[in-house]
Each structure stands twice: as C-alpha cells, then as structure tokens.
C-alpha cells in the first residue's frame, strides 16, 4: 500500500488541481449561482482526495488483513492484466505503433464536427419537468419506482383552462426612450405594436385590449373627452388613428384630460417627455418564450425608427433570454480559462517531475477533444444549454484530463525505467488503463441512474456526466498512446527525472 500510494498519489494531486481550476474558473462567471456552486464542489474534490490517500488506504490494509486472517488471499490480479481485457486494451497500443499520426487526424477531425455542434444546441433558461412519468418506471419495485406528480395534472389545467382575462395573462413591457416627440415617434410604435400582433402571440379575447400603449390609451380617452378627441383628430393627418404631429400638444392635452392614464404609458419630468411604455398580453408560456422574444425583439427595431430612440423589452421573458446569453458567453469564458490554466499548470509540473513540458503538453491537448465530443453528445441528446450544463462544462474540461493524467504519469515513469515506448504504453494502458476502465464504469453507472428520474434537468445531468466519462477513457485509451508515441519520437527532450528506489511502476 505505501508503494501504490506514492505512486498515485503525484497523479491524484494533478488530478485534483486541474478538476479544481476547471471549476474554480467559473469564478469569472457573471451568475452568482454557478460562483457558488463552483466553490463548494472544489472543496468536495479536494476532500475527495484527501480521503483517497488516508481514509481508503487504512480501510482496504484493514479490511484485507481481516480476510487473510480468515484464510483468504487477498492477492490479485490487477483489472487490466484480466484474460480477456489486456489483449482488448492492447490492440490501442497496436493502433498507436501502426498509424498514430491516423489516428490523431481521425481524432482531430471528430472533435472537431462535436465541436461545431456547439452552435446548434438550444438555449433554455430552465430545463422544467411536465410531470409525466413512462409506465416502466412506475412499474419498477419498491422504493425505485416513480409516482405520477401533481405537477402533470398542473399543466394540464393550464393547457385545457386559458386565462379568463387579460390580466391573467403573461404581459411583456416595451420601454421606448428618446425623442418621444418627433412626428413618426407614434407611428414607429403602433408599426411595431401591429408586428406584434401580426405574429399570432398576443392574447385573443373578445373585447378586451391585449395591447395597452399611447396610442390605445388615447383613443380610449378621446372616445369620452371631446375637447382631446378634437387635439386628438388634428394631429393625425393620414386619418390612420395615430398622431403624426405637433405630439408634445397632443400629450400635454392628454395629460390634461386624464393625468391618471397618461401617467402610465408616458413619462413626463421638468424637462418634457422622456419615455414611453407599451404593454402586451401574451397568449404565450416560458416555453414560447425564444421565438416571443424574438418576435418583441423585430418590433421593438421598427418602434425605434431611425436609432434616436432606445427600445427595451424588460419582461420576464425578456430578461429570462439575457440571462441565457449571458450564462452561454460565460461558459465559454470559464473553458478557455480553464483549458489555458490547465496546459499551463500540466506543462511546469511534468518538466519539475520528469523532466519534459513537453510531455505536459501532450498530456493536456485531448481535454480540447473531450469537449467537442461532449457538445456533440449534447446535440445527439438534444441536451440543452442551461443554467446547470453551463456548470457541467467545466466538469468536463477537469475530466478530459484526468485519465490522461494518470496514464501520461505512469507511460512516464515506465520510460524512465528504461523500457521502450511500446513497452511503456503496454504497461501504462494495461495496468493504468484498466484501473481507469473500473473507475468508468462504476462512476458512469452510478450516474446513469439519474436518468431514471423523471426531470429533464436530473436527466441532463446524469447523460453529460455519463458522456464525459466515457469519452474521456475512451481518449485516453485511444488517441493518447498516439500522441505519446509522437511525442517520444519528435521531442527534442526525454524523460530525465531520476526515479526513486522505492517508487517501482507497480499495476
């Protein structure tokens, strides 16, 4: 055990740093939420290791020495020196000595197309759960099996009962500033208004206003007040129901007539008119809410003219959608971070260890191939980008490198033993290899049962960690002996640190 502790524990130790850069780089995350969150699951991987090189070993010299004195052996082979595995594990080394630089074309070019899925993943504030549940899973034993949920008869009463009234509906506010007073400013606002309802997502009841802006807050207004009606009728020149002149009398008569109504759709100070407000009912729900947006969005382009006027759609939807952007532009700040952090960190720490940053660099490069073929699982899962995949990315910068550690620091170690490139990665695929085959397995395993759990969000969860896992072995043990092996015959350095006498390559 304490030969097999100082053997990991270096690799354990980078392990441990890189996944804690790859989440602490979130730091830089404008939500406060994926902060924090970073922050603790740091502090859960160090503990983690901690644990892995004091707790466990007491507990497997403990429980081991129990059996052997019942007159067990407790000698083993390890996992990858297993009858039918080693020969599996052995044709990557095979593969590597035939056609490495094939292999990291073929590797290169796969990244790359997952990669490129990244622009085809749909963006969702919020992965919500509509709460059915298949009838396998109801049908499963005991305390696995699922129940249907309230929430499923919820949304089935919100789909089968709309909104009685207009104040029940989802309402969207348009902020219009600027130059609220130039002639077109109306007729900018009611183009605008009619693009929205042109698109079919305003709410649609009988004698009932959906849209309440200036210009329908006026028109109510001049159907009782004569005097406004007439300030009203003068300055629409057209006849098309829109003042189109002279708008500062127009809303000063407005004003006049009445204050109360005026007051909540234009805002006025000391220096005149400042702003506008136009509010819509929506016959729309969150999931709706990209293509609402996007619909609010082109309207509030025409209402601001020729650009002298500042449109803002400020509703829930609105701000929702920002929200998003800003959690997708963040993601892709924390991998860049994290990736840079990490090739760097990899590169000193293997020239202070065995004498090459060269070596770092190999080790690191297919965190870049893990990436893109995790986004190119999200788009064959239709996993969206969330509040909680944007987390999740960092998860997979930190496990697309670890497996390449462990297995780059024992190919290492067996080359500074004096055996041949092919001869190291034979051992370090076998042995390593295989030890990274079980942690796989098992972690994947454990992880795929959220999938169970009928929630898109637990599910998304469980189905990126089950990919990042599994593509991460499957890069370590494929495409890594490739790059050692050109690394071992391109670099200008070799491994130079001097090995120690009790810290022997051990399976």
């Known amino acids: 055990m304490n030969r097999g502790v100082k053997l990991v524990a270096t690799a354990l130790i980078l ?40 707790v466990v070993p007491a507990l497997k010299i403990t429980i081991d020495s129990g059996f052997e004195e019942l007159g067990l052996d407790r000698h083993k082979r390890a996992l990858g020196h297993g009858r039918f595995l080693k020969p599996l594990l052995s044709r990557s080394v095979t593969l590597a000595r035939r056609g490495a630089p094939m292999v990291l074309v073929v590797a290169v070019l796969v990244g790359a197309l997952g990669g490129a899925a990244w622009f085809g993943l749909d963006e969702e504030s919020y992965q919500s759960a509509d709460g059915d549940v298949a009838e396998w899973k109801q049908q499963l ?33 348009i902020l219009i500033e600027g130059s609220v007073t130039d002639d077109d400013a109306l007729e900018d606002v009611q183009s605008g208004v009619d693009e929205i309802e042109g698109a079919g997502i305003v709410f649609d ?5 959906a849209v309440r802006s200036p210009v329908t807050a006026m028109q109510q207004v001049a159907e009782r007040d004569d005097s406004f009606a007439t300030v009203f009728e003068q300055a629409d020149t057209d006849g098309n129901g829109v003042p189109d002149r002279n708008l500062k009398e127009v809303y000063d008569a407005f004003y006049t007539a009445a204050p109360q109504t005026a007051a909540q759709v234009l805002e006025r100070s000391d220096d005149g008119y400042q702003s506008m407000l136009v509010t819509v009912s929506l016959a729309a729900d969150y999931s709706d809410a990209d293509s609402t947006v996007a619909v609010l969005d082109r309207a509030g382009a025409i209402m601001d003219g020729d650009g002298s006027r500042s449109v803002t759609v400020a509703g829930n939807f609105a701000i929702g959608e920002a929200q998003q ?24 720490v293997f020239r202070i260890m065995h004498g090459s940053a060269t070596l770092g660099l190999a080790v690191s490069i297919p965190i870049a191939l893990v990436v893109g073929l995790v986004i190119g699982g999200m788009y064959l899962l ?27 620091d024992r190919f ?40 169970l759990v009928p929630h898109p969000q637990m ?23 490739s790059l050692l092996v050109l690394w071992d015959r391109y670099s200008p350095g070799a491994v130079t640190a001097a090995p120690s006498s009790d810290a022997m390559p051990q399976d």
């Open 15 to 54: 392990v441990t740093v890189t996944a804690a850069i790859g989440f602490l780089a979130n730091l830089t995350n404008p939500v406060a939420v994926i902060r924090n969150l970073s922050i603790s699951i740091t502090l859960g991987v160090v503990a983690a290791m901690v644990l892995f090189v004091t």
């Open 141 to 173: 034993p005991g305390p696995i099996g699922w129940e249907t949920h309230p929430l499923g008869t919820q949304f089935q009463v919100e789909d089968s009962f709309a909104p009685a009234t207009v104040e029940e509906a989802v309402e969207e506010p």
């Open 205 to 209: 009841q009988p004698d009932a206003r």
């Open 325 to 348: 952007d800003v959690i997708v532009g963040g993601i892709l700040t924390t991998m860049a971070i994290a990736l840079g952090a990490i090739i760097l960190t990899l590169a000193v």
């Open 382 to 408: 239709s996993i969206p980008l969330t509040l909680l995949t944007a987390l999740l990315m960092s998860l997979v910068v930190g496990l697309g490198v670890d497996y390449n550690i462990h297995l780059g």
């Open 412 to 451: 290492a170690d067996e080359r500074r033993e004096g055996k041949t490139v092919f001869e190291a990665l034979d051992a370090a695929v076998t042995g390593t290899g295989g030890a990274l085959l079980g942690s796989t397995l098992t972690s994947a395993g454990a992880f795929a049962t959220l999938t």
């Open 459 to 481: 599910q998304s969860f469980g189905s990126i960690v089950v990919v990042a896992l599994t593509t991460s072995f499957l890069v370590s043990v494929l495409v890594l002996p």
